[in-house]
């Protein structure tokens, strides 16, 4: 299959598939960071940010799966190799272990705005290929980091 089987333009959807590519990559390692915060929670805050930190990755989880399989609805192949998301993610692994509750936290809140921001590359490279199905499920995952982003704030004591 390839785009123009859902009416799409190859050449126009390219830049978003190696986008959706980027993302997948980035969002791999973000689900591994929660999944780490969630393992190693300790001290005070453990019972309300290991659900927490549950609930992100269990959505992160099946985020990845929906751009996985956009991009194969594009007509091209996920990146489906861990040494390719260390390698295109501009999110960094870290280590857990022994990490503060609220740096933890930090950390999320890191890899949200990045994942922010390339989520609004997308969004304008899916306007510029006409591609309102990527634009309407990147959009909808933007939503929920926002959301999230504004509660992981409140909960740290930020601004």
């Known amino acids: 299959m ?18 959706l590519n980027d993302y997948l990559a980035n969002y791999h390692i973000h689900y591994q960071k929660l999944r780490g915060c ?5 001290g005070q ?13 269990t959505n992160a ?12 609805t594009l007509g ?10 260390i390698k295109e993610s501009k999110i960094k692994e870290i280590d857990t272990i022994g990490l503060k509750d609220l740096d933890m936290v930090d950390a999320i809140l890191d890899d949200m ?3 922010i921001e390339i989520e ?5 490279a899916t306007a510029n290929a006409g591609d309102d199905g990527s634009n309407d499920m990147v959009n909808r ?3 929920f980091k926002e959301k999230n982003t504004w509660m992981l704030r409140s909960f740290a004591g930020k601004k």
Do not use: G
């Open 38 to 42: 969630h393992w190693n929670i300790k």
């Open 2 to 19: 390839d785009a123009k089987e859902i009416s799409l333009n190859e050449k126009e959807v390219k830049p978003v598939v190696d986008l």
């Open 76 to 85: 091209k192949p996920p990146h489906s190799r861990f040494a390719d998301y």
């Open 120 to 124: 609004r590359e997308i969004l304008e």
């Open 113 to 115: 705005a990045t994942l």
């Open 141 to 143: 995952f933007m939503q």
């Open 61 to 72: 989880q099946l985020t990845i799966d929906e751009i996985a399989e956009r991009v194969l």
């Open 45 to 57: 805050n453990f019972f309300t940010l290991h659900i927490k930190f549950e609930e992100l990755y």
